[in-house]
């Protein structure tokens, strides 16, 4: 049996003050008119934002990251007003208690437990149904936007069905070949993957066009599209630039702008966003571009506040994946934690690590980059790793700023923590309190299926075709597909 869909709240709003920031996010949904689905509490639009690898601690140290040193307090940010509770993550048990990206985003998609590397099926390899294509099949439009190329674990998961999260030249046929009585799961994909859909076996880019879709190749090209149109929009050959190094320091905000300026419509709309290079900093250990991405993501979430201000019937739900790399803000006994070295860069980590080799003063190159005055010990040090390899240059920066900020790493993997939820607008109440990653995808259907029976209510010629949701499932068959993090880069 499927497990009831919309949980029920049983802590008042005085309870849950300091955890979900109440009064703001009430004030919010309460601005709203008394109309249509409103006065049910049934959002219209649905704005499901993953921020993949984001565990506890990356909320903390992004809050200390911005701070005004100059005042008493630290002062709070985007995330503190509109938390309302947490998620565990753990996959089906074949794969024990810790989730990679693909299990975790097949749950959050389409409420079902999976292994390991699942995209899009369950544990016996069978395909479920997610949460975008139930959008489409009640006719409310769809889309994504990431930072990550779009056949990865998480946007993958909504669209696509697949054993293993490996197959991107698979997975990107799937964003053409599966479809909901006839029609793309997706109308708008913003992201990066160009060398998945233009390939010299099947041009799936060109078949997009001639179905319709508006392409965009740069951001500039994006603004140029017609308002509500179709959209492929991407923007790299695999992902994005880190956004360290992007043209664009919001372009997650961006893309999430240009994505809902074409979804929006009178049924409503379905839209994944990811900042999916959280993740990739976790796993590597890196700092300053965790920090340089968690600000990308609480510029959407400023944004999509602004958002809901303004289209009140809209719910916006943030939730991480699972965490990655065990990040402590502090380390080796010294109770201290110096962001402030982290403020001035004008390039990431790894740019900065390739470019120094090339330069006649690499130290003081480094340092400029860094934005920071460094000493002469400091100086030498990074002089002394200009003339090795790659990896350790790079692994000499991360290092120097770890030291500087006295940030400390467990693991250059995920963990099993329970991740943080944050949701505001229409309905926002029924994610509060502990709940399961896979409750975030019952609950979405069931508002979809709520808004599709008001539809219903006030004109019963407009009845869509019903598509089934998806049961929880208890087999235990294995799977030997999983990353290897040594071989795949950037696999989870």
């Not at 233009?198 to 017609?226: C, H, K, M, T, W």
């Not at 961006?254 to 993740?279: C, M, P, R, W």
């Not at 003081?364 to 200009?386: I, N, R």
């Amino acid at each position: 049996m499927i497990k009831q869909f919309v949980r029920t709240s049983l802590l008042s709003c005085a309870s849950v003050a300091v955890l979900a920031g109440c009064g703001i996010t009430e004030s919010m949904t309460e601005s709203a008119s008394a109309t249509g689905t409103q006065t049910k509490g049934v959002p219209k639009n649905i704005i499901m934002v993953v921020a993949d690898g984001m565990g506890p601690a990356f909320t903390t140290a992004y809050r200390n990251y911005v701070d005004d040193p100059s005042t008493p307090y630290v002062e709070s940010v985007v995330f503190d007003d509109i938390l309302v509770g947490n998620a565990s993550t753990y996959p089906a048990q074949v794969s024990g208690y810790v989730t990679d990206s693909a299990a975790a985003a097949t749950a959050l998609a389409t409420g079902v437990k999976s292994y390991n590397g699942a995209i899009g099926v369950d544990v016996n390899k069978q395909p479920v149904n997610s949460v975008m294509y139930h959008a489409k099949s009640k006719g409310m439009r769809t889309g994504l936007a990431v930072t990550s190329q779009i056949v990865h674990a998480t946007p993958a998961s909504y669209i696509a069905h697949n054993e293993s999260r490996k197959n991107y030249n698979e997975i990107a046929e799937d964003f053409f070949d599966v479809r909901v009585d006839g029609k793309f799961v997706a109308d708008v994909m913003l992201g990066g993957g160009t060398s998945y859909f233009e390939r010299d076996d099947r041009d799936i880019l060109a078949q997009f066009i001639d179905a319709g879709y508006e392409y965009a190749d740069s951001y500039n090209r994006l603004a140029s599209v017609p308002v509500g149109s179709n959209v492929l929009g991407l923007f790299a050959p695999v992902a994005l630039p880190a956004v360290l190094d992007d043209k664009r320091k919001n372009r997650l905000e961006y893309l999430t702008q240009h994505a809902i300026k074409h979804l929006e419509n009178d049924n409503g709309f379905f839209l994944l966003v990811e900042a999916s290079q959280v993740d990739w900093a976790g796993h590597a250990n890196d700092i300053a571009s965790a920090m340089a991405e968690m600000h990308d993501l609480a510029l959407t979430m400023e944004y999509l506040r602004e958002y809901v201000n303004t289209h009140p019937d809209t719910l916006v739900i943030l939730t991480a994946d699972h965490s990655t790399g065990g990040l402590t803000i502090g380390a080796n006994g010294d109770y201290r934690w110096s962001p402030e070295h982290l403020k001035s860069m004008s390039a990431s980590v790894m740019t900065i690590a390739l470019d120094m080799a090339n330069q006649e003063n690499p130290g003081e190159f480094v340092a400029q980059k860094l934005g920071l005055s460094l000493s002469e010990e400091e100086l030498a040090t990074l002089d002394s790793v200009s003339n090795q390899d790659d990896e350790t240059r790079y692994m000499a920066v991360k290092t120097f700023l770890d030291t500087k900020t006295n940030t400390g790493w467990t693991t250059g993997g995920h963990t099993g923590v329970d991740v943080e939820v944050f949701a505001f607008g229409t309905g926002y109440k029924s994610l509060m309190g502990q709940i399961d990653n896979t409750d975030i995808a019952k609950t979405i259907f069931g508002f979809i299926d709520k808004k599709q029976s008001l539809a219903i209510d006030s004109n019963s010629n407009k009845v869509s075709k019903k598509v089934s949701t998806n049961i929880e499932l208890t087999s235990d068959e294995d799977d030997d597909g999983l990353c290897d993090f040594k071989e795949d880069w950037r696999c989870n």
